[in-house]
């Protein structure tokens, strides 16, 4: 089945370390997404990749990390400057960056501090 | 900046009866608006999308409606079920990028 994969499902992070959050696609979108979830808000948008090779900083990008450096992967890493860190972390893609296409989610990666 | 908002943060209704979620937005210049559901500890999965030149969208005993001018949309759920049970979220697109969402309502349906 075509779909999302996040991985791994919790992630503990300690002090003064980094942590790489994996998704991966195999639905052939374009444009592929990171979400933050905190209780109580709104998704935030930390960073989108619309093509290979290039991404751009979304509303939260301090402390955060991406590469696109194939088409069905958009590891995101968490550094230590992320003060934090604690949240639940989304994954999406679409199609394209064309306006009309909807997003698809993956089922999201709980990061907690040690 | 776009703002959504959506009333009442929670909501229990018990089954069968029909209901309405409610999603208001700031910035009336959107390109579509989602819907989406999130179970417990769960990704988003998507419902229904309406494109600005839309009115509603229908799925099963799912309706969306989108009235731009005034800013906001409702979701309609017909003769509720207890799996219907779940946070509902809409997100308006406001750009290529720019997804903006609510902080969702959760709906309990109790059997």
New interface residues.
Partial sequence: DGG?T?SPKYLFRKEGQNVTLSCEQNLNHD?M?WYRQDP??????IY?S?IVNDF?K?DIAEGYSVSREKKESFPLTVTSAQKNPTAFY?C?SSMG????Q???????T?LSIL | KQEVTQIPAALSVPEGENLVLNCSFTDSAIYNLQWFRQDPGKGLTSLLLIQSSQREQTSGRLNASLDKSSGRSTLYIAASQPGDSATYLCAARTGANNLFFGTGTRLTVIP
């Fill in positions: 999302i996040q444009a997404y109580g808000q709104g998704l935030r948008l989108y619309q751009q979304g989304l999406a960056q064309h306006s009309n909807p997003q698809h989610f993956g089922d999201g709980r």
